[in-house]
């Protein structure tokens, strides 16, 4: 049993871990007591969308459906990111629907492109904020993810969930799967749960991701999610993500029977794996799909999803977000 599977199933040995589970969470503290004392930012309120747990919990579809929500309401947003799995030389770096994955890593190429809103990435979220404040003119900074970057000032902190898969065991890495204590969500101003499951908490708002389309790697074109579009049950499916399965899950819901292969979370499809690949239609994450080029087979679609919220927590999330720029500008003085 892998360690991470252990995590979220009763496993016993994995108290052999505890000792290295204390020291994580000691040394943790301390550099939050210390990285917070000395936190800096532009004068703009920053909203962190984070997590507690290691793995995939459905950030960036959320920080797409804000972005909407704030178009709505009239708010500027802009995004930073750590640019994971991106390798450049000069940071920071402004992110253009024409940027490679390469260079600026997937996730912010993905909203870059969804959104229609600036993302700028840097390691060091500090310079992403303060380039993002001084080139864009935007209200509000979403940093997808960076709750545990504590050398970041924010104005407000949303911990994102994944209620399907919950934070297993509770304990701490490596014991378990999390960063901070479960407690952590208590100092949350607001905590969102993907889907429903096994995990739930007093006063958070609940999303959805919804299926969307079934998007053609070749030529662009959008059809229905369901498999009467392709003319086959049977595809590829291919997840780089955190939590592969719940991709697969999804389609084998809209009624696909699969030929899985999970990847890492962040890992390209390569001509290894193309090749080990039947000629059934593949089937691959938008996040997969960004790191796609033209040595992909005709038959590749991704599948795009949808964070969705009922009315009234959508309105709530809009209010909140007004609320959180009018708070920093009385502070502030603007």
């Known amino acids: 049993m892998s360690l ?7 496993a016993a040995w994995l108290t052999l871990l505890r000792p290295l589970s204390l020291l994580f969470g000691y040394l943790a503290k301390r550099r939050r007591i210390r990285l917070s004392a000395e936190a800096q930012g532009p004068c703009k309120p920053i909203l962190i969308i984070g997590n507690i747990a290691v793995g995939g919990s459905g950030k960036t579809p959320l920080i797409l459906a804000l972005a909407e929500i704030a178009k709505s309401r009239g708010i500027k947003v802009g995004v930073i990111s750590r640019g994971y799995g991106g390798q450049s030389k000069h940071y920071p770096l402004a992110v253009s629907p024409s940027s490679s994955a390469d260079q600026v890593g997937d996730e912010p190429l993905l ?4 959104a229609g809103v600036p993302v700028v990435v840097d390691p060091d979220r500090v310079s992403a904020a303060n380039y993002l404040a001084e080139n864009f003119p935007v209200d509000l900074i979403l940093s997808d993810d960076g709750l545990q970057h504590y050398a970041l000032k924010r104005s407000a902190e ?6 399907m898969r919950g934070l297993g065991n509770q304990k701490l890495l490596p014991e378990g799967p999390l960063r901070e204590p479960v407690s952590r969500l208590n100092e949350a101003a607001l905590v969102l749960l993907n889907g429903e499951g096994v995990f739930d908490y007093p006063g958070a708002i609940r999303f959805n991701l919804v299926p969307d389309q079934l998007v053609s790697l070749n030529t662009g074109d959008a059809l229905p999610a369901s498999f009467e579009v392709l003319g086959s049950t049977r595809v590829n499916a291919v997840a780089g993500i ?11 819901l809209l009624g696909f029977s699969l030929n899985r292969y999970p990847l890492k979370d ?4 390569d001509s290894g794996l193309l090749a080990q690949i039947s000629n059934d239609p593949i089937i691959m994450t938008e996040k997969d799909a960004v790191k796609c080029g033209s040595e992909m087979p005709t038959n590749s679609w991704y599948l ?7 009315a009234a927590s959508a309105t709530l999330l809009a209010d909140t977000l007004l609320d959180l720029i009018n708070d920093f500008g009385e502070q502030h003085g603007s």
């Open 242 to 252: 955190g939590d592969p399965n719940r991709f697969f899950n999804t389609l084998e």
């Open 4 to 10: 991470e599977r252990a995590w979220y199933q009763p």
């Open 158 to 163: 949303w911990i994102v969930v994944d209620a």
């Open 266 to 269: 962040h890992q390209k499809i």
């Open 304 to 310: 795009s999803v949808t964070a969705q919220f009922d």
């Open 111 to 114: 909203i870059a492109r969804r």
